[in-house]
């Protein structure tokens, strides 16, 4: 037996012991060094890192130091082994995780995503420093359903849309990484519209993109609208109602500005620790809520 | 392994047929009963293309191969069963090349699903509604657990048998009583000890007798004895088969009162209609799911001024009657129900809540039961091992509306992914998959008939007709036609369903129509189409 | 782990379902690019309906290999070669305005440069071109085949001593074959040098079955030609090779890829092998030895990642190109997630040499030799010859020009300066100027080559190159170019000095954090310029 990534099984019950920085760490066999750098305490950056899917290790930004290997070692999907010394903190990795910062934010629109402001004060990332004239991925938004809008501008290209869309839990394979180098960008097949595509509007591919690329056409809208209000939204937990297998929904509740104006679910998410789902829904339960406010 | 016998999850249970591919994945192999080839068959390693309604044969086939390939589960049948030499001799008769005249599947097919159910390890076995909506419902149900005890493939951890329930609470509600024949917890209303139980919380008589179920009602409601009829949350004037003679009885009522989201058609007909608010998302309380876990509901968006949640609203009537049953809290009324129903005796709310919701049973507030039932079988102990299984002798009963020279097609019903039942609610967001009703007709039929895709087309039961465009599905062999019951406003197609019932459980052979095509001539003066170029 | 997917499409009623083999991709793009010169959307849909694969999973597949073209063009082409040392000695890339002319990464003709290739339906149009081994025969071992034998005869290949070593390999036994590999220390020659017993050892040592052999003949790196030399004119050694490696294994099916630019090698090896399994070579029973074998030729589709060994396996098993993490190593987990036995040509050349029944000769080295020399080609030498020597025999720098500078190791090596010529050409002495053998490529620039403009080549080969998984080779290499197209160009962001430090800030991150070799060694080329030609001005 063997993990996704070929690793064989951890023997169950059975511990390894690492260093984190000179501190001494144990954690289950199987667990990776994200998970001993936790473990230690440290605060490892992650991107393309998901909890749903398995760690493709493409941004390179949680990488760390490991002592014996010449290349730096992405924690996410290395899994510790017996008296591994890993740095966190040593220049080689400030060094790589500040250009992977650089790299990415001179050529991605980050504005969206999480802790990237934090990170980039931390490790001194300057991604103005390649000029006005580096290339970018800019480029118009997909709108081409009301189900959900792509911005591939704001794509990092991290795979776990289509991974989610494939075989790690969808299978409908509707969206694929397409062309190569700087210009691999995920796209339907020909880059045809979503309604002409494979696509059955899951929207497990939003559940995952760490960078908001894919987004609810309402949260769109109201974004474009400038009536999105983050400070009046509430998360309440439900169970959704279109079939019996009982998936947990997360509802993003808009509250409407004034007493007047109705509540509006806005988006719609669901657990990823959940037994029932691992995060995933289908299409009614992601969109078909909007019946409460007809 | 699992098997999926009428059910096209990949559809109509995305997420649950999610864990069916995660084990695929891992090497277990699926098994697809169906007269269509479904989205779902075509994940599988065997799909068996049956026949409509005749899933007795075909089980009963299945079970002979393993009887005669010595593949029986002998320990299991001899400690934990009872009733299997008079099943032996019944299915004897039933070879698969017997079975295949009649189910249309190859007797070869029946034989290699046969050896991979026998020789799995473990094997699930889970139906849906292309089981239960026959007139042989029940039957059905006890032929296909009749495999389960022939191999042993119940009461262990991946081993049973599983109904996919259509709706959140289908489950919830049985087990809440809301059967005309169950108190809560799924306990009879014939068994005194459970009454007295209930009793004593109750504070009441519980009367002895079974209830009427959907149909006997309608029954009741055609020979007067029924007169008033209180409707929570269905729309039997659009999801009852042979909806002309329902919406008759319906508004033949004296007193009609509907308690729902929407103004349904059901609700037209009412003299009063109470404004409910959405269950799932505007009011709190409990929900149990296909594999039997109570989970909680959360009002998460306040609802329409006017609307109340069917609690507040059932107390209210009840005080009104003179009853008082308590305040309209859903954890009092829980806690009331933990009194009554040994099943959830353990589940407190703070327990639900903290572990995102339990299995039932449920009898203790400390420790979980397994997540299976029946393990009990398996005990070395006579008396842990309790009372055994029994094989049941179920005979099958063709379906009620038999295809004629003037009928030859066959019609099945059953949802597609972005819709749900009467579409009440999926028909009020914007879908980019839905196209509306279509008949479906295999790409034979369609040819034979001369129809083309879109073509609006005539669809004729012995009890009615609607029209509907063509869509030409290559899942459909020859002879059998697709519809749904999501869009009940464009294309009535429960004008065309039979009201013929399974005794047993009340429930309409939806799966089984006989109807024919007919083509719509241009309307007299209509101009001609154009010619071709 | 299985492939899970809809598999009933044109799938007969009720038939039990065969999954599909999503392997059969790239030769099915192949077939229906050969065919028709391009790949049309529909051509696409209906491989990816026929193989029950994604509609889009086809089309990202497809789009990520150069070879294909995704626009109406002609069946007959002319690939004209505008990589790094075609371009030094006079290639220009085709204008817009000339149908059916492409330019082509490295053709693996470096002998030849300035090259092209024309080809029909895929195939090549005009004869092979006489191997370019300038050695007579005497000074050879690995090579003493080449052009001596006719390569489409088996008779031919066992008067001039094939099938010995399989012969040899069938007395001793698996086990003793490993040993004399082990024993022998032999190390990979595809640029990591790992000991390849180990690797037999490994793979031999592995639970389960099946295990496979792959031999990497995507010989890629710009400047190298050594093993196209060994695949067109001794295409039965490669077969056997594979075949011994297969038996002391415990593998019964070998991929050998080869990349596309490599028309006749693919149709030799094809023909190779259907004689071997004529002869009984190959198949069900192998030689009388009792084990099965058998070799399937895979032709790769323009991509230079896929020399790397993970991406090699990923566009075998019909996935893009893309590199995977190690670990796990191909001995634990390679080619569909099984124990591999993988090896460049030159290395399974090798196994023949230590196999010899007559005793093993000594051990060599083969180098591609291209750029201002008077004998450019594919020259054999004693492991531990010195660079200065091999220049020698390749007749040297041309009369009247000066020696500037050696492209050691292709794009992904280093400039060795005239002053450090006497590195003899082994791992460990190469690696102490801090420079590399490589893949074994020697690109030899006099005074007339303009090292700017290589630099900026190489950067831009690695930039067309990146197969865009991870973010310091996707971005990093569109970054290193653009320096160093300002700074070609004169045109440096502030000063020469920053947009070095920039280059430096770049290149360590994708030296350091890169998953694969391709963006760890995108930088060296351009490193060495800087630190010891002082291409922009600035020596360290």
């Known amino acids: 037996m063997t993990d996704g990534a070929g690793n064989p099984a951890p023997a169950p019950g059975a511990t390894v012991t690492v260093t984190v920085d000179g501190r001494t760490v144990e954690v289950p066999d199987g667990a990776t060094v994200l998970d001993a750098c936790t473990a230690a305490g440290v605060d490892t950056p992650t991107l393309c890192f998901g909890d749903t899917i398995t760690a493709r290790n493409v941004c390179r930004i949680c990488v760390v130091d490991v002592a014996g290997s010449r290349a730096l070692v992405p924690s996410c999907s290395r899994r510790a082994e017996p008296g591994m010394e890993i740095g966190t903190d040593t220049p080689r990795v400030r060094h790589a995780r500040r250009m992977v910062l650089e790299l990415l934010a001179s050529s991605v629109d980050l504005s969206l995503t999480d802790h990237v402001e934090e990170w980039s004060i931390r490790y001194g990332a300057d991604p103005d420093r390649f000029g006005p004239d580096a290339a970018t991925v800019a480029q118009p938004v997909k709108v081409d359903n009301d189900c959900f809008v792509r911005d591939y501008s704001r794509c990092i290209l991290c795979y776990q849309c289509t991974d989610a869309c494939g075989e790690q839990w969808q299978h409908t394979f509707a969206i694929a990484i397409a062309g190569r180098g700087f210009g691999a960008t995920v796209s339907t097949e020909h880059d045809v519209t979503l309604p002409d595509s494979a696509c059955v509007y899951c929207g497990n591919c939003i559940e995952v993109c760490p960078t908001d690329a894919l987004m609810f056409r309402t949260e769109f809208d109201l974004r474009t609208m400038g009536a999105w209000a983050p400070e009046r939204q509430t998360r309440t937990d439900t169970i959704c109602a279109f079939c019996g297998v009982g998936c947990t929904l997360t509802l993003h509740v808009q509250r409407g500005a004034t007493d007047d104006e109705g509540d509006r679910i806005v988006k719609v998410t669901s657990p990823h620790g959940s037994s029932v789902t691992g995060g995933n829904l289908c299409i009614k339960g992601r969109f078909g809520a909007g019946h409460v406010h007809s | 392994?699992?098997?999926?016998?009428?059910?096209?999850?990949?559809?109509?249970?995305?997420?649950?047929?999610?864990?069916?591919?995660?084990?695929?994945?891992?090497?277990?192999?699926?098994?697809?009963?169906?007269?269509?080839?479904?989205?779902?068959?075509?994940?599988?390693?065997?799909?068996?293309?049956?026949?409509?309604?005749?899933?007795?044969?075909?089980?009963?086939?299945?079970?002979?191969?393993?009887?005669?390939?010595?593949?029986?589960?002998?320990?299991?049948?001899?400690?934990?069963?009872?009733?299997?030499?008079?099943?032996?001799?019944?299915?004897?008769?039933?070879?698969?090349?017997?079975?295949?005249?009649?189910?249309?599947?190859?007797?070869?097919?029946?034989?290699?699903?046969?050896?991979?159910?026998?020789?799995?390890?473990?094997?699930?076995?889970?139906?849906?509604?292309?089981?239960?909506?026959?007139?042989?419902?029940?039957?059905?149900?006890?032929?296909?657990?009749?495999?389960?005890?022939?191999?042993?493939?119940?009461?262990?951890?991946?081993?049973?048998?599983?109904?996919?329930?259509?709706?959140?609470?289908?489950?919830?509600?049985?087990?809440?009583?809301?059967?005309?024949?169950?108190?809560?917890?799924?306990?009879?209303?014939?068994?005194?000890?459970?009454?007295?139980?209930?009793?004593?919380?109750?504070?009441?008589?519980?009367?002895?007798?079974?209830?009427?179920?959907?149909?006997?009602?309608?029954?009741?409601?055609?020979?007067?004895?029924?007169?008033?009829?209180?409707?929570?949350?269905?729309?039997?004037?659009?999801?009852?088969?042979?909806?002309?003679?329902?919406?008759?009885?319906?508004?033949?009522?004296?007193?009609?009162?509907?308690?729902?989201?929407?103004?349904?058609?059901?609700?037209?007909?009412?003299?009063?209609?109470?404004?409910?608010?959405?269950?799932?998302?505007?009011?709190?309380?409990?929900?149990?799911?296909?594999?039997?876990?109570?989970?909680?509901?959360?009002?998460?968006?306040?609802?329409?001024?006017?609307?109340?949640?069917?609690?507040?609203?059932?107390?209210?009537?009840?005080?009104?009657?003179?009853?008082?049953?308590?305040?309209?809290?859903?954890?009092?009324?829980?806690?009331?129900?933990?009194?009554?129903?040994?099943?959830?005796?353990?589940?407190?709310?703070?327990?639900?809540?903290?572990?995102?919701?339990?299995?039932?049973?449920?009898?203790?507030?400390?420790?979980?039961?397994?997540?299976?039932?029946?393990?009990?079988?398996?005990?070395?102990?006579?008396?842990?091992?309790?009372?055994?299984?029994?094989?049941?002798?179920?005979?099958?009963?063709?379906?009620?509306?038999?295809?004629?020279?003037?009928?030859?097609?066959?019609?099945?019903?059953?949802?597609?992914?972005?819709?749900?039942?009467?579409g009440v609610q999926t028909r009020r967001f914007s879908s980019p998959l839905r196209f509306g009703e279509t008949v479906d007709l295999s790409p034979a039929d369609a040819d034979a008939l001369g129809v083309a895709p879109g073509e609006v087309v005539r669809v004729v039961s012995r009890r009615g007709a609607v029209e509907a465009p063509v869509r030409i599905d290559p899942g459909l062999r020859a002879g059998l036609a697709f519809m749904t019951l999501h869009f009940g406003d464009d294309v009535d197609t429960n004008r065309l369903t039979i009201e013929a019932v399974d005794p047993k459980s009340g429930t309409a052979e939806f799966k089984a129509t006989a109807v024919r095509i007919e083509r719509i001539p241009a309307p007299v003066g209509a101009p001609d189409a154009p010619p071709a170029r | 782990m299985s492939d899970v997917r809809p598999t009933l499409v044109g799938v007969p009623?009720?038939?039990?379902?065969?999954?599909?083999r999503r392997d059969a991709l790239l030769p099915a793009l192949h077939e229906a690019h050969d065919a028709a010169g391009w790949l049309a959307p529909e051509v696409l849909d209906a491989i990816a309906d026929r193989l029950g694969l994604g509609r889009a999973e086809v089309f990202g597949v497809a789009s990520s290999y150069a070879s294909f073209?995704?626009?109406?063009?002609?069946?007959?082409?002319?690939?004209?070669?505008?990589?790094?040392?075609?371009?030094?000695?006079?290639?220009?890339?085709?204008?817009?305005?000339?149908?059916?002319?492409?330019?082509?990464?490295?053709?693996?003709?470096?002998?030849?440069?300035?090259?092209?290739?024309?080809?029909?339906?895929?195939?090549?149009?005009?004869?092979?071109?006489?191997?370019?081994?300038?050695?007579?025969?005497?000074?050879?071992?690995?090579?003493?085949?080449?052009?001596?034998?006719?390569?489409?005869?088996?008779?031919?290949?066992?008067?001039?001593?094939?099938?010995?070593?399989?012969?040899?390999?069938?007395?001793?036994?698996?086990?003793?074959?490993?040993?004399?590999?082990?024993?022998?220390?032999?190390?990979?020659?595809?640029?990591?040098?790992?000991?390849?017993?180990?690797?037999?050892?490994?793979?031999?040592?592995?639970?389960?079955?099946?295990?496979?052999?792959?031999?990497?003949?995507?010989?890629?790196?710009?400047?190298?030609?050594?093993?196209?030399?060994?695949?067109?004119?001794?295409?039965?050694?490669?077969?056997?090779?594979?075949?011994?490696?297969?038996?002391?294994?415990?593998?019964?099916?070998?991929?050998?890829?080869?990349?596309?630019?490599?028309?006749?090698?693919?149709?030799?090896?094809?023909?190779?092998?259907?004689?071997?399994?004529?002869?009984?070579?190959?198949?069900?029973?192998?030689?009388?030895?009792?084990?099965?074998?058998?070799?399937?030729?895979?032709?790769?589709?323009?991509?230079?990642?896929?020399?790397?060994?993970?991406?090699?396996?990923?566009?075998?098993?019909?996935?893009?190109?893309?590199?995977?993490?190690?670990?796990?190593?191909?001995?634990?987990?390679?080619?569909f997630g099984r124990p591999t036995l993988v090896h460049n040509v030159e290395t399974l050349a090798n196994v023949l040499r230590i196999l010899d029944p007559d005793g093993a000769a000594p051990e060599t080295k083969l180098f591609s030799v291209s750029g201002a020399v008077d004998r450019p080609g594919c020259y054999e030498v004693p492991m531990g010859t010195t660079l200065a020597a091999l220049l020698d025999l390749a007749g040297g720098v041309p009369v009247g020009r000066r020696l500037q500078a050696v492209l050691l190791g292709g794009a992904a090596g280093t400039f060795v300066p005239p002053g450090e010529i006497d590195v003899p050409l082994t791992v460990e002495a190469t690696r102490a100027i801090g420079a590399t053998v490589g893949s074994g490529a020697v690109f030899v620039c006099d005074d007339t080559t303009d090292l700017a403009a290589a630099v900026l080549g190489i950067a831009t080969f690695f930039r067309e190159e990146s197969c865009g998984q991870c973010v310091p080779c996707r971005v990093g290499t569109v970054r290193q170019e653009e320096a160093l197209h300002r700074l070609v160009h004169g045109r440096p962001l502030g000063s020469v000095a920053e947009e070095v430090q920039r280059l430096r800030d770049v290149g360590a991150a994708m030296r350091d954090a890169s998953i694969c070799g391709l963006g760890q060694f995108a930088w060296n080329a351009v490193e060495g310029a800087i630190d010891r030609f002082g291409v922009f001005g600035e020596r360290s």
């Open chain 2, 1 to 422: 392994m699992v098997v999926l016998w009428g059910s096209n999850a990949r559809e109509t249970h995305p997420i649950f047929f999610h864990h069916v591919l995660r084990a695929v994945r891992a090497g277990a192999r699926l098994v697809v009963v169906d007269p269509r080839r479904t989205a779902t068959a075509e994940f599988a390693d065997l799909w068996l293309p049956i026949d409509v309604g005749a899933d007795i044969p075909l089980a009963h086939a299945i079970a002979h191969e393993i009887i005669a390939a010595g593949l029986v589960h002998e320990e299991f049948v001899a400690r934990a069963t009872t009733g299997y030499a008079e099943f032996a001799a019944q299915v004897a008769d039933w070879s698969p090349e017997r079975a295949e005249a009649v189910t249309g599947v190859p007797a070869d097919l029946v034989r290699a699903a046969a050896h991979a159910y026998a020789t799995a390890p473990k094997a699930q076995l889970c139906w849906t509604l292309g089981i239960t909506e026959h007139r042989s419902g029940v039957d059905n149900v006890l032929a296909l657990c009749n495999l389960a005890l022939l191999c042993g493939h119940v009461g262990r951890w991946g081993s049973g048998l599983s109904p996919l329930r259509g709706q959140n609470n289908v489950q919830g509600g049985g087990d809440m009583g809301a059967l005309p024949n169950r108190l809560p917890g799924f306990q009879a209303v014939t068994d005194p000890e459970a009454r007295t139980r209930v009793e004593a919380v109750w504070g009441h008589p519980v009367p002895p007798e079974d209830g009427r179920n959907l149909t006997e009602m309608f029954a009741a409601m055609e020979t007067g004895d029924l007169r008033a009829v209180y409707v929570l949350g269905e729309n039997p004037a659009q999801s009852e088969a042979d909806v002309t003679r329902a919406r008759r009885l319906l508004g033949d009522l004296e007193h009609l009162v509907v308690q729902d989201l929407y103004l349904t058609r059901t609700a037209e007909l009412a003299d009063v209609v109470l404004p409910a608010t959405a269950a799932w998302c505007e009011a709190d309380g409990t929900v149990t799911n296909s594999e039997r876990r109570v989970q909680r509901v959360r009002a998460a968006v306040r609802p329409p001024q006017g609307a109340r949640d069917d609690l507040a609203i059932l107390t209210a009537v009840a005080e009104r009657l003179g009853t008082p049953i308590g305040p309209p809290d859903p954890e009092t009324m829980w806690d009331e129900l933990r009194r009554v129903s040994p099943l959830h005796a353990g589940m407190s709310w703070v327990r639900i809540e903290a572990l995102g919701g339990i299995q039932w049973p449920c009898p203790s507030e400390t420790g979980l039961e397994p997540s299976f039932l029946h393990g009990r079988l398996w005990a070395d102990d006579p008396a842990e091992r309790g009372r055994p299984a029994p094989f049941s002798v179920v005979e099958w009963v063709p379906p009620a509306d038999p295809l004629a020279a003037d009928f030859p097609i066959r019609l099945t019903t059953g949802r597609r992914l972005d819709s749900y039942n009467t």
């Open chain 3, 69 to 335: 073209a995704f626009t109406p063009r002609s069946r007959r082409l002319r690939r004209v070669c505008t990589d790094v040392m075609c371009t030094a000695a006079g290639a220009v890339p085709p204008g817009a305005d000339e149908p059916g002319v492409v330019a082509s990464p490295c053709l693996g003709r470096c002998e030849q440069a300035p090259a092209v290739l024309d080809t029909e339906g895929g195939r090549a149009v005009v004869p092979v071109a006489p191997a370019p081994v300038p050695q007579p025969v005497s000074a050879r071992t690995l090579l003493r085949r080449v052009g001596v034998v006719d390569p489409a005869s088996l008779d031919d290949y066992r008067a001039h001593g094939g099938c010995a070593a399989l012969a040899h390999a069938g007395r001793i036994g698996p086990a003793a074959v490993r040993a004399a590999i082990t024993a022998s220390g032999l190390t990979g020659r595809g640029g990591a040098a790992f000991p390849a017993g180990r690797k037999w050892e490994a793979v031999a040592a592995a639970s389960g079955a099946p295990k496979y052999v792959v031999a990497n003949a995507d010989e890629s790196e710009p400047g190298t030609f050594k093993d196209r030399v060994v695949l067109e004119h001794d295409p039965f050694a490669v077969v056997e090779a594979m075949t011994v490696a297969g038996y002391a294994v415990g593998a019964e099916v070998g991929y050998l890829y080869v990349r596309d630019e490599y028309p006749e090698a693919i149709a030799r090896l094809e023909h190779a092998i259907a004689a071997a399994e004529t002869a009984g070579l190959l198949g069900p029973d192998v030689a009388g030895l009792g084990v099965a074998f058998r070799i399937e030729v895979r032709r790769g589709a323009g991509a230079y990642v896929c020399g790397e060994e993970t991406a090699l396996f990923a566009s075998i098993e019909g996935f893009r190109g893309e590199p995977r993490t190690k670990p796990p190593y191909p001995v634990d987990a390679g080619l």
């Open chain 3, 13 to 20: 009623v009720g038939l039990p379902v065969t999954r599909p």
